[in-house]
């Protein structure tokens, strides 16, 4: 069973920047594509950024693109999230998740593994 664990979330103003992490138990990690979503209070589970188990493709939900870049290391186990340019409408819980190679994308049914996520609020 992968555990997936996210950090860097926390508390910035409108156009600050953040960058989420998310750690893997197991090394078996670079053998899956990986996702992040959020929450929003009172909203439904959003997809936001996947990428490929090598790396090479990434997808982007439109509320993010050009703001927000999905990136991994598989030597550290390690997917990233660097938001920048933050708005307070990207204020929500922010899970990471990961699946079998090809499930890359916004179907957040086809991701098995999930991380408890991480707060970011954005005040303006």
């Known amino acids: 069973q992968v555990q997936l664990v996210e950090s860097g979330g926390g508390l910035v103003q409108a156009g600050a920047s953040l960058r989420l992490s998310c750690t893997a138990s197991?090394?078996?990690?670079?053998?899956?594509?990986m996702g992040w979503f959020r929450q929003a209070p009172g909203k439904l589970r959003e997809f936001v950024a996947a990428?490929?188990?090598?790396?090479?493709?990434?997808l982007y939900a439109d509320s993010v693109k050009g703001r927000f870049t999905i990136s991994r290391d598989n030597a550290k186990n390690t997917v990233f999230l660097q938001m920048n340019s933050l708005k307070p409408e990207d204020t929500a819980v922010y899970y990471c998740?990961?699946?079998?190679?090809?499930?890359?994308?916004?179907?957040?049914?086809?991701?098995?593994?999930w991380g408890r996520g991480t707060q970011v609020t954005v005040s303006s």
């Open positions: 998740t990961g699946g079998r190679p090809g499930v890359a994308g916004p179907l957040s049914t086809n991701y098995v593994y």
């Open positions: 197991e090394r078996t990690f670079s053998n899956y594509d």
């Open positions: 990428i490929s188990w090598s790396g090479s493709s990434e």
